[in-house]
């Protein structure tokens, strides 16, 4: 059993520095009022002063946990759904796995740990790591992490791959800073709580019509900042709305499509699968735009880059926008997922091994905390992409009608009880 340590959101015990308000605010000052997608990127990723870039933010002592860093046992759990993705994709002789915003690398460490183990099952295929990351600090501790010393940053500045290494067990590992570098090829990607820190617009509806929600300076105190909705509509406004919208309120992340529409496309051309897992609604939900820090609600517009923003992902824009490319599966509830993946099984052989009374408490709180509804089982879903041939039935010759039944294509786990038939 791993135990995982953090060294929080602020490492040197330094105050968040003014400079993201003030960045902010000149900005307003010289441009007039800013988008929430301009302002979320800014906060998150400006390549200064950003929350991801500055920050190790996960974890007990930083501002917000995530499953990874909770149990070992959901990196293992989406390592057999790999394999298995793997062997319905037919086993091809490369494998790539890519994740998206890796984070401490815990779930890429699992899972690898799990192709180790099962390293009969993946035969001569050869495998690589590819981690899209933003952050410098995150991909220093995921190289420390996944590499141990193992890894060595790119000499030039505008090379797609910044970095690049050995895992401790023994594959390749390349860091890029978008999808786009990450090389063609059958892969299985991975997005864990990486959807919702990407940036949303926000719309309201209005006696006029549908407007913008921007993010301006409060007059009556200037080093605060305020919402406003625009007069008119702006490009957003009129181009990301649905014409038969029903909300009062909409959030879309333009940014998350287009990463959809990439997977999609990578998917449908050279095979393999993607695996979406965050919180998240099914296009009915409205505000959900929030701040987190040290674990506790924080307001988005009070000292920005100090704490973490987030905004459920609509998974029914997702499957919009992979637009029938692929075939979506889910959102399913992370219980469902889990359970259907085997998790209680799996509890029950780390238990048998494991004598220890307070790793045994640990095990069964981590368990709980994963898959209880009240806790993370319902509030966190899984979407799947995968190509159409995935779940198709192989082509019968025409013309033989008494042939046998042609096989079945595999299920797919976690969307459907693993079997191993
Ligand atoms: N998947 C990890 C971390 C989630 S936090 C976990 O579940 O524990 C979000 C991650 O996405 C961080 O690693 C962050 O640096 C990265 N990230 C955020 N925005 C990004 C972007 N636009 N491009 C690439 N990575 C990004």
């Given at each position: 059993?791993?135990?995982?340590r953090s060294?929080?959101?602020s490492p040197?015990?330094?105050?968040?520095?003014?400079?993201?308000?003030?960045?902010?605010?000149?900005?307003?000052k010289?441009?007039g009022?800013?988008?929430?997608?301009?302002?979320?990127?800014e906060?998150?990723t400006?390549?200064?002063?950003?929350?991801y870039?500055?920050?190790?933010?996960?974890?007990?002592d930083?501002d917000?946990?995530?499953?990874?860093e909770?149990s070992q046992?959901?990196?293992?759990?989406l390592?057999?759904?790999i394999?298995?993705e793997?062997?319905?994709?037919?086993?091809?002789?490369?494998?790539?796995?890519?994740?998206?915003?890796?984070?401490k690398?815990?779930?890429?460490s699992?899972?690898?740990r799990v192709?180790?183990q099962?390293?009969?099952?993946?035969?001569?295929?050869?495998?690589s790591?590819?981690?899209?990351?933003?952050s410098?600090?995150?991909?220093?501790l995921q190289a420390q992490?996944?590499t141990?010393?193992?890894?060595q940053?790119?000499?030039?500045?505008?090379?797609?791959?910044y970095r690049r290494?050995?895992?401790?067990?023994?594959?390749?590992?390349?860091?890029?800073r978008?999808?786009d570098?990450?090389?063609a090829g059958?892969?299985?990607?991975?997005?864990?709580?990486?959807?919702?820190a990407?940036?949303i617009h926000?719309?309201?509806?209005?006696?006029?019509?549908?407007?913008e929600?921007?993010?301006?300076?409060?007059?009556?105190?200037?080093?605060?900042?305020?919402f406003?909705?625009?007069?008119?509509?702006?490009?957003?406004?009129?181009?990301l709305?649905?014409a038969?919208e029903?909300?009062?309120?909409?959030?879309?992340?333009?940014?998350g499509?287009?990463?959809?529409?990439?997977?999609?496309?990578?998917?449908s051309?050279?095979?393999?699968?993607?695996?979406?897992?965050?919180?998240?609604?099914?296009?009915?939900?409205?505000?959900?735009?929030?701040?987190?820090?040290?674990?506790?609600?924080?307001?988005v517009?009070?000292?920005?880059g100090?704490?973490?923003?987030t905004?459920?992902?609509?998974f029914?824009?997702?499957?919009?926008?992979?637009?029938?490319?692929?075939?979506?599966?889910?959102?399913v509830t992370?219980?469902?997922?889990?359970?259907?993946?085997g998790?209680?099984?799996r509890?029950q052989v780390?238990?048998?091994?494991?004598?220890?009374p307070s790793?045994?408490?640990?095990?069964?709180s981590?368990?709980?905390?994963?898959?209880?509804p009240?806790?993370?089982?319902e509030r966190?879903?899984?979407?799947?992409?995968l190509?159409?041939s995935?779940?198709s039935?192989?082509?019968?010759?025409?013309g033989l009608?008494?042939?046998?039944?042609?096989?079945a294509?595999?299920?797919?786990a976690g969307?459907?009880?693993?079997?191993?038939?």
């Amino acid at each position: 059993v791993h135990t995982r340590r953090s060294c929080g959101s602020s490492p040197n015990g330094e105050k968040p520095r003014p400079s993201m308000l003030r960045h902010l605010t000149s900005k307003i000052k010289a441009t007039g009022p800013i988008s929430v997608a301009e302002y979320m990127r800014e906060v998150l990723t400006n390549p200064v002063t950003g929350y991801y870039v500055r920050n190790n933010m996960l974890g007990p002592d930083g501002d917000f946990i995530t499953s990874p860093e909770i149990s070992q046992i959901f990196g293992e759990l989406l390592g057999v759904w790999i394999l298995s993705e793997w062997m319905g994709g037919g086993r091809p002789k490369q494998l790539q796995l890519v994740e998206l915003g890796p984070g401490k690398g815990s779930l890429a460490s699992d899972v690898l740990r799990v192709f180790s183990q099962l390293r009969s099952v993946l035969g001569e295929a050869s495998v690589s790591l590819h981690l899209v990351e933003v952050s410098p600090v995150l991909s220093r501790l995921q190289a420390q992490n996944l590499t141990g010393n193992y890894s060595q940053e790119a000499g030039a500045e505008d090379e797609p791959i910044y970095r690049r290494g050995e895992t401790t067990t023994g594959l390749p590992v390349s860091w890029y800073r978008c999808l786009d570098d990450v090389p063609a090829g059958f892969s299985i990607f991975l997005a864990h709580e990486f959807f919702d820190a990407l940036p949303i617009h926000k719309f309201q509806r209005t006696e006029k019509g549908w407007r913008e929600v921007m993010v301006d300076i409060d007059p009556e105190t200037p080093d605060r900042l305020r919402f406003v909705v625009t007069p008119s509509p702006t490009l957003a406004s009129s181009t990301l709305v649905q014409a038969d919208e029903r909300r009062d309120h909409v959030e879309v992340c333009a940014e998350g499509g287009v990463i959809i529409q990439q997977l999609a496309r990578r998917i449908s051309e050279d095979g393999g699968a993607a695996l979406i897992a965050d919180y998240g609604h099914d296009g009915t939900k409205t505000d959900t735009f929030r701040g987190f820090k040290g674990h506790q609600l924080h307001d988005v517009l009070v000292s920005p880059g100090s704490a973490d923003l987030t905004a459920d992902v609509d998974f029914s824009y997702l499957r919009r926008m992979a637009a029938g490319g692929v075939v979506c599966l889910g959102p399913v509830t992370q219980r469902t997922f889990l359970k259907n993946m085997g998790i209680d099984t799996r509890l029950q052989v780390l238990l048998r091994n494991c004598a220890d009374p307070s790793t045994r408490k640990q095990l069964i709180s981590s368990y709980d905390m994963l898959t209880n509804p009240a806790k993370m089982g319902e509030r966190f879903h899984f979407f799947s992409l995968l190509p159409h041939s995935r779940l198709s039935k192989p082509k019968k010759p025409e013309g033989l009608k008494m042939e046998k039944k042609s096989p079945a294509p595999l299920p797919v786990a976690g969307f459907s009880e693993l079997s191993f038939s």
